[in-house]
């Protein structure tokens, strides 16, 4: 069954063409790739998925409807978390605190109960801090959950920025360069945290990466863009001996 629909999508900026007609699927509860070399339209279709381009041409279902034209908080509500490629963490807050600030779409209490700290605001704070928490050991960073953001090593902030994006409780997370700046040891344990978001909490991951090793061992199926048009797509084995994506992407001859 098919999660997310991208229908003939085109995107343009001043006459240049960033995504050309991409059409794609992606199931419930599968890793996504999307891979091209830089500047194939992989950051653009995220954006466009997210709310924060609006294409020109074609549509994006979730679940059977259209968020064409939704705003990037209205889609987040929806279900649709993301990272990004360049982390974007508020650096003088606590890991804990920044995760909280991904739950902020689901605080219902009002301004009295708040100020006073009782009632349905106690609850709720209660609730999502517990969430929080359920994160934070999932990721393996109760060392640091304390800790102000900006102090901790790269890797661990990548982890962070993972972190509040799983405490919205998505449906769909989108990866942009999640192992981007990684060390192999690193790179080795967000791919096996990916995998088990994938089994353990059931979210459907899509995954822009440019370590096609990584790709290769992890993803189920794979889009791969060049040029903002898509130019194959299929399980890693098809993908690694296809002659446009090695031609295109591996640097090859096809």
């Given amino acids: 069954m098919e999660q997310l629909e991208i229908k003939n999508l085109t995107l343009e900026f001043g006459g240049i063409v960033a995504l050309q007609q991409v059409h794609m ?40 409807g259209s968020i064409l034209n939704r705003k990037p908080h209205q889609i987040a509500s929806l279900g649709i978390a993301r990272t990004f490629q360049n982390i974007e963490l508020f650096r003088h807050m606590t890991v804990i605190d920044n995760l909280l600030l991904g739950r902020h779409h689901r605080f219902h209490s009002g301004p009295l109960s708040g100020i006073f700290f009782w009632g349905r ?9 517990q969430k929080v928490e359920e994160v934070i050991d999932f990721l393996e960073i109760e ?12 890797g661990i902030q990548k982890r962070v920025e993972l972190g509040r994006a799983l405490a919205m409780e998505p449906k769909i997370l989108l990866l942009d360069e999640p192992t981007s700046g990684m060390n192999v040891e690193e790179t080795e344990d967000i791919a096996r945290f990916v995998l088990d978001i994938k089994e353990e909490l059931e ?6 990466e440019h370590d096609m090793g990584m790709v290769m061992d992890i993803a189920d199926w794979i889009t791969v863009l060049n040029f903002g048009s898509k130019i194959a797509e299929g399980t890693p084995s098809e993908i690694q001996t296809h002659p446009k994506v090695v031609e295109a992407y591996l640097g090859g001859e096809g």
């Fill in 25 to 64: 699927k992606v199931k419930k509860g599968e890793i996504h790739a999307v891979i091209g070399p830089n500047g194939a339209g992989k950051t653009s279709l995220f954006n466009c998925i997210s709310g924060v381009y609006k294409p020109i041409e074609g549509d994006i279902l979730f679940e059977g």
């Fill in 121 to 129: 605001a106690l609850r709720e704070e209660i609730r999502h801090r």
């Fill in 143 to 154: 060392k640091v959950r304390k800790k102000v953001v900006g102090a901790l090593p790269y």
């Fill in 203 to 208: 979210i459907t991951v899509i995954m822009v």
